[in-house]
């Protein structure tokens, strides 16, 4: 009996490891956030909530990273649609290539965004944008599917 238990104890769990492994598929929930750095006094974390209603590849030249020559606190939403655009980008030469890219389009549902710099965050969700796109219930978003995680 101790043996059966055990096999469905690992069972469930191969089965649950495959569930989070499978790719993302129309209809799934996803998330964006961003926030929450910091080890003793956080940063607050803003979200972006949706379904998924398409996953597809694209091949995507991944160039080096722009470099902008300022702190991340002081980009401008420009500068935040410059590191998007580049997404993904490498840190070194090396790592330069072409890859195919997963790509999601989003339906908003809900989201939490910052509304001014006095909220200690400056990304891609502000003032409820995600990027230059404002958000509003049904707007369908494109993004790069490495940035977003299940729902909980």
């Not at 790719?23 to 929450?36: K, L, Q, S, W």
């Not at 001014?116 to 003032?127: F, V």
Request: hydrophobic content about 40%; some cysteine; aromatic content about 10%.
């Amino acid at each position: 009996m101790r043996t059966l238990v055990l096999a469905f104890v690992i069972l469930a769990a191969t089965v649950l490891h495959a569930e989070e492994r499978r790719m993302p598929a129309a209809g799934d929930c996803a998330m964006f956030r961003e926030g929450g750095v910091g080890y003793i006094l956080t940063t607050p974390v803003y979200w972006l909530r949706g379904r998924i209603e398409e996953v597809y590849t694209r091949p995507h030249q991944m160039a080096l990273c722009p470099q902008l020559g300022k702190t991340p606190e002081r980009y401008t939403r420009d500068d935040w649609m410059k590191i998007a655009e580049n997404y993904p980008c490498a840190n070194e030469p090396s790592k330069v290539r072409e890859l195919q890219a997963v790509r999601v389009r989003l339906r908003a549902e809900s989201w939490d965004t910052p509304w001014s710099s006095q909220h200690g965050h400056n990304g891609w969700l502000y003032r409820g944008h995600f990027l230059k796109t404002e958000l509003k219930e049904g707007v369908v978003l494109d993004i790069d599917g490495s940035l977003l995680e299940r729902c909980d």
